[in-house]
């Protein structure tokens, strides 16, 4: 049973600098791999998604998976406070159309 | 404007009671989902439809029934609710079931069971 966790469970950086988010997994088998934020008002909205070992950006929002130590992470490039939300980490494998979710990362983007 | 459109967007029901979450998409996706979200718990996958035939169910309870009358609706029965049923529930879809698609979100259903 694939297990997801992320850390660290809550993060405040200040608007500009670098947020950094981590997420870890169980079954080294999983192939997919996205990352969601989910604001209150506006529910989820998927952010960036990832296949394979490196590097996937998707304008301010970089990915980086690396399967031999079950971890993909996510950073935020010039954060404002309008990134302020709950960041979440999916993986699944392929053909199953079934995401496994980390609990989240609240994220505070200081002005 | 959303594409994925849950009714209602808060719903109270009392414990033993019966409630049926509705969810319309207006993206031509073929494939449906509903996932939960508890206090203090990840969100957890429930049902997938491809088609409008069910794929996967990972709801141990007989409770929660989906039911999918057209292609773009999956919505979602519970019967004999329960206050641990308390949760927001979020409809989702895909073009396809395969895993290298993105899955977009409904807004989600607020269910409180008193």
């Known amino acids: 049973q694939q297990k997801v966790q992320q850390s660290p469970e809550s993060l405040t950086v200040s608007e500009g600098a670098m947020a950094s988010l981590n997420c870890t997994f169980s079954?080294?088998?999983?192939?997919?791999f996205r990352w969601y934020r989910q604001h209150s008002a506006k529910g989820l909205e998927v952010l960036v998604s990832i296949f394979s070992d490196g590097e996937k950006e998707e304008g301010r929002f970089t990915a980086h998976l690396n399967r031999a130590n079950l971890h993909v992470s996510l950073h935020i490039r010039e954060p404002q406070p309008s990134d302020s939300a709950v960041y979440l980490c999916?993986?699944?494998?392929?053909?199953?159309?079934?995401?496994?979710f980390g609990q989240g990362t609240k994220l505070s983007i200081k002005p | 404007d959303p594409k994925i459109i849950q009714k209602p967007k808060y719903l109270v029901a009392v414990t033993g009671s019966e409630k049926i979450l509705i969810c319309e998409q207006y993206?031509?996706?073929?494939?449906m989902y509903w996932y939960r979200q508890s206090a203090k718990k990840p969100l957890e996958f429930m049902f997938s439809?491809?088609?409008?035939?069910?794929?996967d169910n990972q709801t141990a309870s007989s409770r929660f029934q989906p039911q999918s009358s057209k292609k773009n609706h999956l919505d979602l029965q519970i019967t004999a609710l329960k206050p641990d049923d308390s949760a927001t529930y979020f409809c989702?879809?895909?073009?396809?079931?395969?895993?290298?698609?993105?899955?977009?979100f409904g807004h989600g259903t607020k269910l409180s069971v008193l």
């Open positions: 989702a879809s895909s073009q396809s079931r395969t895993g290298d698609e993105r899955l977009f």
């Open positions: 999916a993986v699944s494998n392929y053909n199953q159309g079934k995401l496994i």
């Open positions: 993206l031509g996706h073929n494939a």
């Open positions: 439809y491809s088609y409008q035939k069910l794929m």
């Open positions: 079954d080294g088998t999983s192939n997919n």
